[in-house]
């Protein structure tokens, strides 16, 4: 401790700016506001860009330039490679099993590469094409259905049943039916798993000093998403195991089951393990995805030209006859610019949270070892010096040569480094065809002359009011 605190007082060595806190809780309103990453970002357009709070006793770094982020995520990639959410051990949903709170270590890489083989890298995207196409036609063509009987459509709703149908059949060569019903109370269970983010974060913060008091937070509401997962996930698994003794698969879960029978595998896992991860998949994957699209939608329809300026880009390179794909992509520079920027202005996760393994120098301040880290990707991406007119959508500005963002990093919905987000290139397929699909095959039309842009509290970024739109064909319907 001694050696810490001179440590503390050597030029250079002195810890980030403290912004003035409270007594006992120190800085945790800021995180527990409505909206937390707003609240934050203030404290840091007052107080600096790297700030140092207290959340109790536990200490955190709060990064909200694209510069600090730089020297963090590049000079320090391997020291904030871990999460270390002290685990709540009964749930399995936040259990100890997780994969995206894991410690970085031989359980996370080993898990990490399967992600991968299987399902996120670039071959197996590759692999899994074909499913990706059909989940996008028929959500064409509930859009047509839509139209033709002239309803609106919850734009974040219907890209959600696209988004887990897909990932499921990817996953696990299935998707949940819609007519017994279980694709709907998967379809909750991801919403209502959503909505506990934040007590989540709240139990594990409060936790020590609650249960001394012997308080369990949130415990039923938490214990109902995951029982409930649990019970479906598991009823999937035996359905796998019996497919299995028939014949060889090669999606994901045939190859953690293949790994939790195989007593020589390289990592021993569990069937915790194996749901948990699949929760995960559909936490991380499912929100994030269609909140984008809901956003950028949003953008698009408040923006008249840069509608026309898309749609003119998709009616040339694909046409009018035949629906936008994936393949298509490489090809429409602009629709990744709008998705960039939808991303920009609107990242899903505002708040990405690790931990320092080991003491370090941050841009001259000493931070101590076991230091929470949050970057807080809202306002680095919103941070005027790095950014022109960063409150507006301007999909142009990533044109090549106008932002040179690797150099600076400033673009980091997707986190970065050995932990960013591994379902990157897959988002960016989901989001690209989908709003390519709403663009290329209809017409929009909205109740009253804007759209409401506001956000809702909780940790991650959604609409206060959920977009809603009535399609107009503007092609004749598509063959497939
Ligand atoms: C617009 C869509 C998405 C956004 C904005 C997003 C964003 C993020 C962010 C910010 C992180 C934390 C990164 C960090 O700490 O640096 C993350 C992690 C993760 N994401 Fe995504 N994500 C999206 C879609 C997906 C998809 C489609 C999947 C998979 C189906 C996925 C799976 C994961 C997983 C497994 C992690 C944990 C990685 C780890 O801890 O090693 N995400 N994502």
Redesign the pocket.
Known sequence: LFSKKLKDQKVGYALPPSPPSLPIIGHLHHLLSSLAHKSLQKLSSKYGPLLYLRIFNFPLVLVSSASAAYEI?KAHDLNISS?DNPPIDEPLLIGSSV????PYGDY?KFM?KL?VTK??GPQALERSRGVRADELERFYTSLLDKAMKKQSVEICKEATKL?INS?CQM?MGRSFSEESGEAERVRGLVTELDGLTKKVLLVNILRWPLEKLGISLFKKEIMYVSDNFDEILERVLVEHEEKLDKQKGNDLMDALLEAYADENSEHKITRNHIKS?FV??FL???D??A??IQWTMAEITNNPNILKRLREEIDSVVGKTRLIQETDLPKLPYLEYVVKEG?RLH???PL???TFQRSCEIKGFYVPEKTTLV?N?YAVMRDPISWEDPEEFKPERFLLGKEDERRALKH?????????????N???I??GTVIGTMVQCFDWRIKGDKVEMDEAGGLNLTMAHPLKLTPIPRTKPLIF
Not at 99 to 102: I, L, P, R, S
Not at 412 to 424: D, N, Q, Y
């Open positions: 995520f999460r994969f995206v709170g894991a996370w990490k992600l399902l996120l988004i990932i996953s991860m995960e998949l991380g994957g499912t994030t995805s909140q984008t991303l990242p899903p996760l990405v949270v690790r970057v990707t980091i919905a997707f986190g970065s480094g050995r932990r960013g987000c591994p379902g990157s897959l988002a960016s989901f989001i």
